[in-house]
């Protein structure tokens, strides 16, 4: 397929645990952005990846969440010893440099436990 | 302060009738995007709409147009011809910088709940 992909799609964890999350972004976009999104709230900015330039991680909640994006393609954003408030649905996102809009992926439901 | 202010929690439209969900903006650069997006209670976002900052007219995609009103920083969304299909979450959203391809920030407002009456 050609849009953004996700997995797993839904995750259960229990707390402390640590768990990835993987984005497969739209082939040739050298942008790609994660989102955290918690029942009936709007979208939380995390982090985003501009090709090669250093990412903007000014959204991460704590030094627990981290992300990573290899080859300029996919990316894994991890947390670590989760808490139930991280409890949510994680969205992935990717745009061209000259792209007019983010194409988002299904998304990731994570709940812990 | 916000990038981005939707005020309307939620919003109310009968079948077949039109509706504008509000969207204020806040940006001091000169070139910019604005977005929709809908979101279904599945969970996808679905792009609607977009309207470049530099766009004199008002941009229209088949039911769904955005009233661009620069000098107020407003970019609203109108329905026409609501259907029960419509009934979603509503966010609006904003990329700076376009013209310099540095700034690849989306910022996304709170949304707005949208139901269509029978």
């Known amino acids: ?7 797993p799609s839904n995750k ?8 990835e999350l993987r984005c497969d972004p739209i082939s040739g976009h050298t942008a790609l952005y994660w989102y955290r999104q918690s029942l009936g709230q709007g979208l939380e900015f995390l982090i985003y990846f501009q090709g090669n330039s250093a990412p903007d991680k000014s959204g991460l909640p704590s030094d627990r969440f981290s992300a990573e994006r290899t ?8 947390i670590q010893r989760t808490q139930q408030e ?9 745009s061209s440099i000259a792209g007019k809009e983010q194409f988002f992926g299904p998304g990731t439901r994570l709940t812990v436990l | 302060a916000q990038k981005i202010t939707q005020t309307q929690p939620g919003m109310f439209v009968q079948e077949k009738e039109a509706v504008t969900l509000d969207c204020t903006y806040d940006t001091s650069d000169q070139s910019y995007g604005l977005f929709w997006y809908k979101q279904p209670s599945s969970g996808e976002m679905i792009f ?12 229209t995609e088949g039911r769904y147009s955005l009233n661009f009103q620069k000098a107020r920083k407003s970019a609203n969304l109108v329905i026409s011809a609501s259907q029960l299909g419509d009934s979603a979450m509503y966010f609006c959203a904003m990329r700076e910088a376009l013209l310099l391809n540095t700034g690849n920030q989306f910022y996304f407002g709170t949304g707005t709940s949208l139901t269509v009456i029978p």
Do not use: H, P, R
């Not at chain 1, 397929?1 to 997995?7: I, R």
């Not at chain 1, 259960?12 to 768990?19: A, I, L, N, Y």
């Not at chain 2, 709409?49 to 941009?59: F, M, T």
């Open chain 1, 1 to 7: 397929g050609a849009g953004v992909s996700q997995s």
């Open chain 1, 86 to 94: 991280d409890s949510a649905v994680y969205l992935c996102a990717s």
């Open chain 2, 48 to 59: 609607l709409i977009y309207q470049g900052s530099y766009d004199e007219q008002n941009a």
């Open chain 1, 71 to 78: 080859g300029g393609s996919v990316s894994t954003l991890t």
């Open chain 1, 12 to 19: 259960v964890t229990e707390k402390g645990k640590d768990v």
